[in-house]
């Protein structure tokens, strides 16, 4: 069963969109800008993602609140800055995915838990759209890898593997591994 841990909304404004949410209570807002490379594009996208892309994004933890047995699911606005990602389909200001983090964070040895997702997700029907490695946030240090499923739930399905801390000089290396290791999904 696909449990969500996120929403998130594509907007074309995120300064606008995060004042007009601010007038009806909801203030707190975590931002970032993020880089990010394709590792993996479906076949279908190949020409359409080009290579990299940049996003604003700003998350709250009170639009969809949760309760003392579950916590409020992650709101997040994206607004692209430049490239293009599935997920953002076009200039509307619309859902853009379900997300859920990986059950694990990325291992050193064993199986890889994003690759290990997105293998049960074929094999349930879903296609695999686009695989992202995040290159550079403002807001944090960590680095991400991002999948993207086909739209068959309403909206494409994010699934978010944070990944082992690595150096900048470490990162060209950790991209080609990405690529290498999802070439099994076309």
Not at 42 to 64: C, P, Q, T, W
Not at 82 to 96: E, K
Request: glycine share 6%; charged share 25%.
């Amino acid at each position: 069963m696909l449990s969500f841990d996120q929403v998130a909304l594509h907007t074309k404004n995120i300064d606008e969109t995060i004042r007009q949410f601010k007038i009806t209570g909801h203030r707190e807002w975590i931002q970032d800008t993020v880089h990010a490379e394709h590792i993996f594009k479906h076949k279908s996208m190949a020409d359409e993602l080009g290579e990299r892309f940049v996003v604003r994004l700003a998350f709250n933890y009170d639009v969809i609140p949760g309760n003392e047995i579950k916590p409020g699911i992650e709101f997040e606005l994206i607004e692209l800055i430049d490239g293009r990602s599935y997920q953002i389909a076009n200039d509307a200001q619309v859902l853009s995915h379900f997300g859920y983090h990986t059950k694990t964070d990325q291992a050193e040895t064993g199986p890889d838990s994003l690759l290990t997702e997105l293998l049960h997700l074929q094999s349930l029907g879903f296609e695999v759209m686009q695989i992202s490695q995040t290159t550079s946030h403002t807001g944090t240090g960590r680095r991400y890898r991002y999948a993207y499923v086909d739209r068959r739930l309403g909206a494409p399905v994010k699934i978010i593997q944070r990944l082992l801390p690595i150096k900048s000089t470490e990162l060209q290396h950790s991209l080609r591994q990405g690529r290498e290791l999802f070439e099994c999904l076309s």
